[in-house]
């Protein structure tokens, strides 16, 4: 019961990211969001991390900087500001929904060019689902009257692709290393990197910063989102293993939608509900088939 109410938990802080970056969406330009919204995050993790945990950082950062340094890129930078950027066109409900296509990816690359994951029609039938239930929700119709929507979903999924990359290097380059202390230096060189390029690109720190709600909603998207997201992945990560933590993959999409009804004024249609439950059911399938074959990772 405890894992499941992490699992909850952390599949909340994820959904709720794409709320958070739709309402300071009209106030603050895409890399100054993504740039605070680390930065806060990553105050967050060194502080729960090191002075609540007083778990030693350096260790990790001594052993093997390079892959940090890398992943500070495609774990958190790119994907991070190819939401932020999509989230321009794309409805924050909609954005949740196309975060399936990460697990779809991660499937598609090790099956057919990694070739560590064995294919069956199952979970090549949940492929084609998955695909089909995001293109229903969003709707084709109104998308060819938003063309810009288009490209923005692009960039968005250009940016889970990189995520997908990350995540086989990770597994090559770190497993050795203490993940949570590498998830930490990870967030603090990924805030580094895009404060100094808000700064530089956007000519000094954003009036709209001075701003308490604005403050308060990136200090909460920055704890919530980013710091207690990924804490709690790495945490439910240890206790019940990667099959059970990888479960988020079907609460996120639903959750993500919910908080926008709720929080960000989106109306459901039946394309919409319809288009949740057949990507979630190609999601299903996927897992069914990778667990039939024997890959329960």
């Known amino acids: ?78 994907p991070q500001l190819s939401v932020v950027i999509a989230e321009k066109d794309v409805a924050p409900g909609l954005a949740a929904v196309i975060g399936t296509t990460v697990p779809v990816a991660t499937f598609l690359v090790s099956a057919f060019i990694l070739k560590t994951t064995p294919k069956n029609w199952i979970n090549l039938l949940g492929i084609f689902v998955a695909v089909a239930g995001i293109v229903t929700f969003a709707d084709p119709k109104e998308l060819m009257a938003h063309k810009g929507a288009i490209s923005s979903i692009g960039i968005m999924m250009a940016g889970g692709l990189v995520f997908v990359a ?50 308060m909603e990136i200090g909460f998207g920055g704890a919530i989102t980013m710091a207690a997201a990924y804490y709690l992945y790495y945490f439910l990560l240890a206790r019940a293993g990667p099959s059970f933590a990888c479960l988020y993959a079907f609460l996120v999409p639903p959750l993500g939608v919910l908080l926008s009804v709720m929080f960000a004024g989106m109306t459901l249609n039946v394309l919409n509900v319809v288009g949740l439950g057949v990507s979630l059911m190609g999601l299903a399938l996927v897992f069914i088939g990778n667990a039939r074959s024997g890959n329960r990772s």
């Open 1 to 78: 019961m405890f894992n499941l109410i992490i699992l909850i938990m952390m599949s909340l802080a994820w959904a709720s990211s794409y709320v958070v970056i739709s309402t300071v969406e009209l106030i603050l330009s895409p890399l100054s969001i993504s740039a605070a919204l680390t930065t806060v995050g990553a105050i967050v993790m060194v502080f729960i991390v090191r002075v609540i945990q007083r778990r030693p950082l350096l260790p990790t950062l001594i052993s093997n900087p390079v892959p940090l340094l890398v992943m500070s890129l495609t774990a958190i930078s790119l």
């Open 166 to 215: 990350n995540g086989i290097y990770a597994q090559r380059a770190t497993c050795h290393l203490d993940q949570i202390a590498l998830t930490t230096w990870i967030l603090i060189f990924a805030a580094i990197g895009l404060s100094t390029l808000a700064l530089v690109f956007e000519g000094g720190l954003p009036e709209a910063l001075l701003n308490t709600k604005v403050l």
